[in-house]
């Protein structure tokens, strides 16, 4: 299995911006299909992102979309989630996950996915 380290959290008001990285080491990202989720205090994890093994398809929820982006650099053994115009209801723990796949479409669902990051915290202040 790969190993993720998800980084990049922090503090910020709303409105401001945050940059994630997902690094992947134990094996190449290339033939994984990512993902961003979040979790927040009493709340159920929830699927914000992903991005097929290629990068050539996205998927965002509706809460997030137009606001983030997920990208990936495979030859980095990187996967981003940037964050813009940040809203208080965006705090949460954040992960990144990866499932061993190539296919197009990838499920929303976190069962879905094998290998998780230890998670990094963002929160946004009014």
């Known amino acids: 299995q790969v190993q993720l380290a998800d980084s990049g959290g922090g503090s910020v008001q709303a409105g401001g911006s945050l940059s994630l990285s997902c690094a992947a080491s134990?094996?190449?990202?290339?033939?994984?299909?990512m993902g961003w989720f979040r979790q927040a205090p009493g709340n159920e994890r929830e699927f914000v992102a992903s991005?097929?093994?290629?990068?050539?398809?996205?998927d965002y929820a509706d809460s997030v979309k137009g606001r983030f982006t997920i990208s990936r650099d495979n030859a980095k053994n990187t996967m981003y989630l940037q964050m813009n115009s940040l809203k208080p209801e965006d705090t949460a723990v954040y992960y990144c996950a990866a499932k061993s796949s190539f296919r197009s479409c990838v499920s929303r669902a976190s069962a879905n996915f094998d290998s998780w990051g230890q998670g990094t915290q963002v929160t946004v202040s009014s």
């Open positions: 134990g094996r190449t990202l290339s033939s994984y299909n």
């Open positions: 991005i097929n093994w290629s990068g050539s398809t996205t």
